[in-house]
C-alpha cells in the first residue's frame, strides 16, 4: 500500500475483502490434499441452542466488498523461530505496519504439513491489517524432522509454546488472539484452547480430525498391539502417534473450551466424517455453530472457499475483545 495508516482497517472491510480475494488460498493453505469437493453454493450453517442443546439453521453468506476499495497495508515479514521441548521449530510473522498492536491468528496445519503451507493466507491476513503466524510443528513432516516422533500431544505442545512465546510480542494485542487449525491441527488447537480458555478470543476449525481417537483403536484391537512404526496415508508415523490418542475421549477433552467457536466442515469429508463436528457442536461446546459445506471432501475450493473465508473473517470480527 501507499502510506502506513495510523490503524487497522475495519474488520468488517476485512471480512467483505477476504469475501472476494485470498479465499481459495486461505482454505487450500491450512490443509492438506487436493480439493476434492466440487464448488457449490450450498453452505449451511447450524447453531447450537443453549438451553435446548438443539441445532437450528442460520444464514451465514459473508457481505461482499471490492477489495480495491480498501486500504492495503505494508507489512514486515518476521522469521521467528520458536522453541518447543528443546527443539527449534521454524516460524514466520507477518505484522501489519501500523501503529498499535493487531489481532493475531495463529494457523496450526495438518498432517505433514509445512511452514509454507500457510503462506498465502498469512500475507492476505497481513495485507489486510490482521497479523498472523505461521510454524512447523517438530516433526510434522518430512522437512520439519522425524515424523516417527510426532503426536497430538507433541503438537499440543508445540502450540502452546507458540503461544507463549508470541503473545508477549509488541506488535500483538494480546487480549485478540484468535487459534485457526485444520483437520489434525484442527483437533491440536481444540485441546490446546481446553488450557488457554479465556486467553484467546476464539477458536477457527477446518475438519477438525476428532476421528484420529477412534481410527487408532479401529487400527489396533489394543494400546499393545501399536507397532513401533506405521505408514500412516504413506507417511511414517510412530508408536506414539497412536499410542498418545489411545484412551482418548475426544468429546470430553475438548469441553473444557466454553469460548466461542466455529466448525466448517464438509458433508463429503471421507477423511473424517462430519458427525465429528456435529457430535462436537452438540455435545461438547455450549457456544459452537458448525457450518456444513455441501458437496466438500477434507478441503474447500472454489466458491466453498470463498463463502468460508468470508465466514471466517466476520467470525473473528464478531469476537473481537
Same mark, same amino acid.
Given at each position: 500500500g501507499e502510506g502506513v495508516p495510523a490503524s487497522p482497517i475495519s474488520r468488517r472491510a476485512v471480512v467483505g475483502a477476504l469475501g472476494v480475494a485470498g479465499a481459495w @488460498?486461505?482454505?487450500s493453505a491450512c490443509g492438506r490434499g487436493s480439493p476434492d469437493g466440487a464448488p457449490s453454493d450450498a453452505v449451511t450453517s447450524t447453531a447450537t441452542d443453549s438451553a435446548t442443546g438443539a441445532a437450528t439453521p @442460520? +444464514? =451465514? #453468506?459473508? !457481505?461482499?466488498? !471490492? *477489495? #480495491? &476499495?480498501? *486500504?492495503s497495508y505494508d507489512y514486515e515479514e518476521r522469521e521467528l523461530a520458536v522453541v518447543s521441548q528443546g527443539e527449534t521449530m521454524a516460524g514466520r510473522l507477518y505484522a501489519p505496519a501500523v501503529a498499535g498492536p493487531v489481532p493475531l491468528v495463529v494457523c496450526s496445519h495438518g498432517l505433514v504439513g509445512s511452514i509454507d503451507d500457510l503462506d498465502p493466507v498469512a500475507r492476505t491476513l497481513a495485507g489486510l491489517g490482521l497479523a498472523s503466524y505461521r510454524f512447523a510443528f517438530r516433526n510434522g513432516g518430512p522437512e520439519a524432522g522425524d515424523t516417527t516422533r510426532m503426536s497430538v500431544l507433541t503438537e499440543k505442545a508445540d502450540l502452546n509454546a507458540v503461544f507463549n512465546a508470541i503473545q508477549t510480542l509488541d506488535v500483538v494485542d494480546a487480549s485478540n488472539i484468535f487459534l485457526l487449525g485444520a483437520s489434525q491441527g484442527g483437533y491440536v488447537s481444540a485441546l490446546e484452547a481446553v488450557d488457554l480458555k479465556d486467553r484467546i478470543a476464539d477458536l477457527i476449525l477446518y475438519f477438525p480430525a476428532l476421528v484420529i481417537p477412534d481410527d487408532a483403536r479401529s487400527r489396533f484391537t489394543s494400546a499393545a498391539d501399536i507397532p513401533e512404526k506405521y505408514s500412516l496415508f504413506g507417511t511414517p508415523v510412530g508408536r506414539i502417534y497412536f499410542a498418545d490418542v489411545y484412551g482418548m475421549d475426544p468429546y470430553s477433552l475438548i469441553s473444557g473450551y466454553t469460548g466461542p467457536v466455529i466448525i466448517f466442515h464438509g458433508d463429503q469429508d471421507n477423511i473424517v466424517p462430519i458427525s465429528y463436528s456435529q457430535n462436537a457442536v452438540n455435545t &461438547?461446546? &455450549?457456544n459452537a455453530q458448525l457450518v456444513t459445506v455441501q458437496g466438500a471432501g477434507h478441503s474447500f475450493s472454489g466458491d466453498d472457499a470463498t +463463502?468460508?473465508? =468470508?465466514? @471466517?473473517i466476520s467470525f473473528i470480527e464478531a469476537h473481537q475483545r
Open positions: @488460498t486461505l482454505l @442460520t +444464514s =451465514g #453468506a459473508p !457481505d461482499v466488498v !471490492d *477489495p #480495491a &476499495s480498501l *486500504p &461438547s461446546y &455450549s +463463502s468460508v473465508a =468470508g465466514q @471466517t
